[in-house]
């Protein structure tokens, strides 16, 4: 079955302690992006990769990183979390071009 | 940027009620889906249509691309059909197929 998979789904963490957020998708796409949804704010990129190695800033990247090591998977890094960045992150991929995007079932994050 | 408006924000349905949702967007577009988030969180591909008309079941949509504007229609609507529409585009000055998704359309459906 086509899917993206984030790991984990639910996460309660504190101030400064360092969290990765996993995704992998198993459709060999070579697009991938974070977003972050807030409310009143909608859903925002955070970052993306147009393949291996190729990795861009979105619209909000401050306070994140991302590598792109494998074509399949694209893990965001919170080095040091702070509380604004509670919110709910989607991964999603796509082919190359302008292609219907998949997105991954989100991962619910809160930082105190 | 492009902008998207999607109409109504909110809309109360009772169950078997049709309706219809509209996004408008303000420049041409390579890409627009409808998606549906359920009340978990989830974001559920409905549609992928930049242009034409597709159907499943009792959605369907229809994009018309030179007017720049989609409609999301629901008909015979349940309970499940209850969360938020979202309608999001990109088009050619999007780099790494952003996105830009809509303010959402909140539906309740009441049995």
Known sequence: EAQVTQNPRYLITVTGKKLTVTCSQNMNHEYMSWYRQDPGLGLRQIYYSMNVEVTDKGDVPEGYKVSRKEKRNFPLILESPSPNQTSLYFCASSAAGFYEQYFGPGTRLTVT | ?111
Request: aromatic share 10%.
């Open chain 2, 1 to 111: 940027g492009i902008q998207v408006e999607q109409s109504p924000p909110d809309l109360i349905l009772q169950e078997g009620a049709n309706s219809t949702l509209r996004c408008n967007f303000s420049d041409s577009v390579n890409n627009l889906q409808w998606f549906h988030q359920n009340p978990w969180g989830q974001l559920i591909n409905l549609f992928y249509i930049p242009s034409g008309t597709k159907q499943n079941g009792r959605l369907s949509a229809t994009t018309v691309a030179t007017e720049r504007y989609s409609l999301l229609y629901i008909s015979s609507s349940q309970t499940t059909d209850s969360g938020v529409y979202f309608c999001a585009v990109d088009n050619r000055w999007a780099a790494g197929n952003k996105l830009t998704f809509g303010g959402g359309t909140r539906v309740l459906v009441k049995p």
